[in-house]
């Protein structure tokens, strides 16, 4: 897998904090000036731009984006904060989403839109700027309505084919089924909990992983929805690894609840897969923002989770975040499998994920031997919509170069 000097080389830099990433500085200063972009451009659009409605309709409509503005933070601090309710949590996620489509095609429509109809010869006038309000309103409501849909069905599989150079043959076809970003939430989502397990179990996995952040809440307030993971079956076993969100929550409450559900938390160690005389190590690390939640005992080890492993056998390694990938590469992982990104969930919030992760979704390579892949995730986070970032349960079925693929 690697020689000493790679090993010690990948450990010594697991030692320091990782950098503070371009997204991570931008965030410090969202909370400040996002709610008022968010609320005071789309009203602008839609109110103030040479639309001339009645002055009723203009007072109303500004009332309603002034509240919203006010409201969404307020909401979004109890459901989130000290007192942790569950109501507000689910308004103030609900405002987030709703206001972040509509801030979109605010400024896409309000551009767009305008610079069509001016080439169309139609000029400056109240009637253009009306069409591009509705224009903008309805394309958010459908949206928003399709998005929600999308958050809450049952993901669709995604199944993918995924050659290993080093995977003895025995192992060719093994069934590797990825669940990830579950999210459980102030949204009751048992019902969806158990569908999705149903729908897992209908794909006949030899592994089945989890790699983080199973809920927002700790184990305890969030059990009933989490129970349904025990009913999940595979051949060989079933690993967990912590993702961030863990860590928000009494993340040891979530390594004990998965441990006593049957699952085997991976946390900086790894197991043995034996098939048809081959051995797949399947090793798994904490989350990166371990270290820094000051819990105990918990950090991303990936020099422990290794030790005592045969370098010369294939490894698959769990880890929340992509970006952990480069530490992967250092030390010759053959496949990391991850989540964290949800694809950037609404679009196009996917470009300020790609600020902080070196993928977003689907197989990626980095160095010679390591392989990416990167779940879209099988829940959502806060806002309960999917804008063209659709939800996924993987299907990665392992493949040795010694046999031919079959169909």
């Given at each position: 897998m690697t020689d000493t000097s790679d090993t010690r080389s990948a450990d010594s830099s697991e030692e320091h904090a990782p950098r503070r990433s371009p997204l991570l500085r931008l965030m410090r200063y969202l909370p400040l000036i996002a709610p008022v972009l968010l609320w005071a451009l789309p009203c602008w659009v839609l109110l103030y731009a040479g639309q001339h409605w009645p002055l009723p309709v203009t007072l109303v409509g500004t009332t309603l984006f002034v509240l919203g503005l006010v409201g969404m933070p307020l909401a979004m601090g109890r459901g989130h904060g000290r007192r942790q309710q569950d109501r507000a949590a689910i308004v103030g996620d609900t405002l987030l989403g709703g206001s972040w489509v509509l801030f979109t095609w605010s400024v896409l429509l309000g551009v767009l839109l305008r610079l069509v109809l001016t080439v169309a010869g139609v000029g400056e006038s109240q009637d253009r700027a009306r069409i591009v309000t509705w224009a903008v309103l309805g394309t958010t409501a459908v949206l928003l309505a399709w998005g929600y849909a999308e958050a809450r069905r049952v993901p669709r599989v995604r199944r993918l084919d995924v050659q290993l150079p080093r995977l003895g043959a025995g192992l060719d076809g093994t069934r590797v089924v990825l669940i990830t970003d579950t999210h459980y939430g102030p949204l009751d989502r048992a019902r969806w909990s158990e569908r999705v397990c149903e729908t897992v179990n209908t794909l006949e996995a030899d592994l089945v992983c989890h790699t983080g952040d199973i809920a927002d809440g700790t184990a305890?307030?969030?059990?009933?929805?989490?129970?349904?993971?025990?009913?999940?079956?595979?051949?060989?076993?079933?690993?967990?690894?912590?993702?961030?969100?863990?860590?928000?929550?009494?993340?040891?409450?979530?390594?004990?609840?998965?441990?006593?559900?049957?699952?085997?938390?991976?946390?900086?160690?790894?197991?043995?897969?034996?098939?048809?005389?081959?051995?797949?190590?399947?090793?798994?690390?904490?989350?990166?923002?371990?270290?820094?939640?000051?819990?105990?005992?918990?950090?991303?080890?990936?020099?422990?989770?290794?030790?005592?492993?045969?370098?010369?056998?294939?490894?698959?390694?769990?880890?929340?975040?992509?970006?952990?990938?480069?530490?992967?590469?250092?030390a010759g992982i053959d496949l990391q499998i991850s989540g964290h990104t949800h694809g950037g969930q609404i679009w196009p919030f996917h470009h300020l994920v790609r600020l902080d992760q070196p993928a977003l979704a689907g197989l990626s390579r980095h160095g010679a031997r390591t392989l990416l892949y990167t779940s879209r995730g099988t829940g959502f986070w806060g806002p309960p919509f999917r804008v063209f970032a659709p939800s996924e349960i993987t299907l990665l079925v392992l493949r040795s170069p010694d046999l031919p693929s079959s169909p």
């Open positions: 305890e307030r969030r059990r009933a929805q989490a129970v349904p993971l025990g009913t999940v079956r595979a051949t060989k076993a079933r690993v967990y690894v912590t993702g961030n969100h863990e860590y928000y929550s009494e993340a040891q409450g979530w390594v004990d609840l998965m441990g006593e559900l049957g699952w085997e938390p991976l946390r900086n160690r790894h197991l043995l897969v034996e098939r048809g005389g081959d051995t797949l190590v399947v090793a798994g690390v904490d989350d990166v923002t371990a270290e820094s939640s000051g819990l105990a005992g918990h950090r991303a080890h990936l020099a422990g989770a290794l030790d005592g492993a045969d370098p010369d056998l294939p490894v698959l390694l769990l880890a929340h975040q992509p970006k952990f990938v480069d530490r992967a590469a250092a």
